[in-house]
């Protein structure tokens, strides 16, 4: 308990400290609390506790990522106080915050730095290696054989397909949402000024503008993919015709021969089946 107390003590000081100075002098104020006193004081805590090395180290790196949403609330707060007053230019820094951690949780998530939930850093369980196909006889290209075909993929394609994947989550939804709220609940404190509408409409134009590159960049592959996954299909399914691999490069009227051909071949067994005969089997196309 002596201990506890202690720490108690010795943190509360450094809140005091700052208070006490920043009375005295802005600047200096602002230089000791911008200090990670408090953060040393835990790694110290945790050494002295006798904490492993592996939790006094991922103290210090989550404390990072979690200080960097933090910094733009410095920067609102002197500018809303004047307009807003203390308590309001607080509630509105909160959220201001919120919004800035949602999104930047967004953007880290995918260089593999997970601050919403647990398992970043964590190892795979021993038994992962069970959940592997057996001996695989297939024979697959040597894109596909090193395990992972996006290790190998160009920095835009696995850009693409992380903004595709994350920007179609509900969290990217929350984040768009709160910086929809923090602009409106703004609108009072810039006097709904041709300014403050500018700022979410360019905001707006410029995600769009560049969204529309990645998600079209993510469709054409994913299209090349399923037309891969038939081809494959056709190729190993005895008596299918392989005249229909490349269908999709062929021009309009040739796609419009094999339709009626298609359609010839469904009139015929809709009569069939109208006249109690199978419709079941392999015609020929």
């Given at each position: 308990m002596?201990?506890?107390?202690?720490?108690?003590?010795?943190?509360?000081a450094v809140v005091v400290l700052v208070s006490e100075l920043a009375k005295r002098s802005d600047r200096l104020g602002g230089f000791v609390a911008a200090?990670?006193?408090?953060?040393?004081?835990?790694?110290?805590?945790?050494?002295?506790?006798?904490?492993?090395?592996?939790?006094?180290?991922?103290?210090?790196?989550?404390?990072f990522w979690y200080v960097v949403p933090t910094l733009p609330m410095f920067l609102a707060f002197p500018v809303l106080l004047p307009r807003l007053g203390f308590w309001a230019t607080l509630g509105a820094c909160v959220v201001i915050t919120v919004a800035c951690f949602g999104a930047f949780a967004a953007v880290?998530?995918?260089?593999?730095?997970?601050?919403?939930?647990?398992?970043?850093?964590?190892?795979?369980?021993?038994?992962?290696?069970?959940?592997?196909?057996?001996?695989?006889?297939?024979?697959?290209?040597?894109?596909?054989?090193?395990?992972?075909?996006?290790?190998?993929?160009?920095?835009?394609?696995?850009?693409a397909r992380q903004a595709a994947h994350y920007c179609g989550r509900p969290r990217a939804f929350t984040v768009a949402v709160l910086v929809i709220v923090v602009w409106i609940v703004t609108g009072p404190l810039f006097e709904?000024?041709?300014?403050?509408?500018?700022?979410?409409?360019?905001?707006?134009?410029?995600?769009?503008?560049?969204?529309?590159?990645?998600?079209?960049?993510?469709?054409?592959?994913?299209?090349?993919?399923?037309?891969?996954k038939l081809d494959e299909l056709i190729r190993a399914t005895k008596g299918a015709h392989?005249?229909?691999?490349d269908l999709e490069e062929l021009e309009e009227e040739n796609l419009d021969a094999f339709r009626v051909r298609y359609q010839a071949l469904a009139r015929a067994a809709r009569a069939n089946q109208g006249a109690g005969v199978d419709d079941t089997g392999t015609p020929e196309a």
């Amino acid at each position: 308990m002596a201990w506890i107390i202690t720490k108690y003590c010795l943190t509360a000081a450094v809140v005091v400290l700052v208070s006490e100075l920043a009375k005295r002098s802005d600047r200096l104020g602002g230089f000791v609390a911008a200090l990670p006193l408090v953060t040393v004081l835990a790694l110290i805590w945790l050494y002295v506790e006798k904490q492993s090395a592996q939790k006094i180290g991922d103290h210090a790196w989550y404390t990072f990522w979690y200080v960097v949403p933090t910094l733009p609330m410095f920067l609102a707060f002197p500018v809303l106080l004047p307009r807003l007053g203390f308590w309001a230019t607080l509630g509105a820094c909160v959220v201001i915050t919120v919004a800035c951690f949602g999104a930047f949780a967004a953007v880290v998530r995918r260089f593999g730095i997970e601050l919403l939930e647990r398992g970043i850093r964590g190892s795979l369980p021993d038994d992962f290696s069970a959940a592997k196909p057996a001996d695989c006889v297939c024979s697959v290209p040597d894109a596909l054989s090193s395990g992972d075909p996006m290790r190998n993929a160009s920095w835009y394609s696995r850009l693409a397909r992380q903004a595709a994947h994350y920007c179609g989550r509900p969290r990217a939804f929350t984040v768009a949402v709160l910086v929809i709220v923090v602009w409106i609940v703004t609108g009072p404190l810039f006097e709904f000024s041709d300014t403050w509408q500018l700022v979410i409409n360019t905001g707006t134009t410029i995600v769009t503008f560049l969204m529309v590159f990645l998600i079209q960049n993510t469709q054409n592959r994913d299209t090349e993919a399923i037309q891969v996954k038939l081809d494959e299909l056709i190729r190993a399914t005895k008596g299918a015709h392989n005249a229909l691999l490349d269908l999709e490069e062929l021009e309009e009227e040739n796609l419009d021969a094999f339709r009626v051909r298609y359609q010839a071949l469904a009139r015929a067994a809709r009569a069939n089946q109208g006249a109690g005969v199978d419709d079941t089997g392999t015609p020929e196309a």
